[in-house]
């Protein structure tokens, strides 16, 4: 019954910098997040009771649409080593520290720790965890990979996703993003943004490990990466990942069976030929159901909207997009209440002295 209008809001993610709650109500908006640098009223300082306030403001305008079925807002935030954008959380070291330790019993209670924190100022999905294999320390992320052995990023993907999701649909619950969809971890030279090459069978064995691992734990988004791949063994160069329908609709959604939603990464269509940051039939074709738009969705919609009316986007991609989205939903329990002021931590798991322990236990 839905509108083609709120079928692509559904697939739009907004920064809360660009949009109001007003805006999430009159175009149907699907996800918010806040990217690095973003606070409740620009304010770097805000207090849990400001993030729960938005949350909440979000999640209402949501939910008092003219749709005829009302559909919840979901709001992403990258809480990546804890919930780093609010000020006075405690942080846990970054992955290569975790990855060091050659514990996953450890990063899956400290998964649960930073669930818990998240959900404590409303939000209840985070884009976390990076599972890149890194193949070259040059790699400016490299911080950000728990090994370059991939039996150890899939053992570890595996345990962070558990304790991130716990319970889905629970109150000390967030959703998990498996990420970044794939290869990131092996660009030639260690260029950021750069080439994987390799053999597609290389890249499923090394740099798939740490996906394996959290499909396993049931996983419900994955990001997709800026990195391009080139096929070594046949020689073909199949361009930017965004683009790649044989990697996230072929192989991660068909070979693997991921049901969950594809989302893509900060203006990442963008570097998809003959994209721009608001309009890209090629990324939404190749696999990508929700698309992070953060400051130009106002054009974004109406573009999208007019490449399925020209059919140079099928409605059955659309719905398929649209079904994942409002599936990963229902599975998080945001059709129940608002995460602002339903059941949920107590704001003390930011900075409570057993939070602080176990950030010390693995240092």
Aim: charged share 20%; with cysteine; aromatic share 8%.
């Amino acid at each position: 019954g839905m509108t083609l209008e709120q079928k692509v809001g559904q697939m739009t993610q907004a920064d809360i910098r660009s949009i109001t709650p007003d805006d999430v109500r009159r175009f149907y908006i699907g996800s918010v997040l806040n990217g690095g640098g973003a606070w409740p009223g620009k304010k770097m300082h805000s207090s849990v009771d400001d993030w729960l306030r938005l949350s909440d403001a979000f999640y209402r305008a949501s939910m008092s649409t003219d749709m005829t079925t009302k559909i919840p807002v979901i709001w992403g935030v990258d809480a990546v080593h804890g919930h780093n954008n609010v000020y006075g959380a405690t942080l846990f070291p970054h992955n290569i520290g975790l990855g060091a330790a050659h514990d996953p019993k450890l990063i899956e209670r400290i998964g649960r720790a930073t669930a818990e924190q998240v959900r404590a100022t409303g939000i209840s999905w985070t884009f976390a965890p990076t599972l890149a294999v890194v193949q070259n320390p040059r790699w400016g992320r490299t911080y950000e990979s728990y090994s370059s052995d991939p039996e150890l990023v899939r053992s570890y993907g595996e345990a962070i996703v558990r304790g991130l999701q716990g319970q889905l649909g629970t109150s000390t619950s967030v959703l998990a993003t498996a990420k970044h969809w794939i290869g990131d971890g092996g660009t030639f030279h260690g260029v950021d943004q750069g080439e994987t090459r390799t053999s597609e069978a290389d890249l499923a064995r090394t740099h798939g490990a740490g996906y394996y691992g959290a499909l396993r734990a049931n996983v419900q988004t994955v990001m997709v990466s800026y990195s391009s791949f080139i096929d070594t063994a046949s020689g073909k160069s199949w361009g930017k990942m965004h683009g790649n329908g044989h990697l996230i609709a072929g192989m991660l959604k068909g070979k693997l069976g991921f049901d969950g939603l594809v989302v893509s990464d900060w203006n990442g269509i963008e570097q998809v030929p003959g994209c721009t940051k608001w309009r890209c039939p090629q990324a939404i074709n190749a696999g990508i159901d929700l698309v992070m738009v953060p400051e130009d969705w106002k054009q974004f919609i109406p573009a999208t909207v007019e490449d399925v009316r020209a059919g140079r986007i099928p409605m059955s991609r659309i719905d398929d997009a649209v079904s994942r989205i409002i599936r990963v939903k229902l599975r998080s329990g945001l059709f129940e209440s608002s995460p602002a002021t339903g059941q949920r931590p107590d704001p003390s798991v930011l900075n409570s002295p057993a939070v602080r322990e176990l950030a010390r236990e693995a240092v």
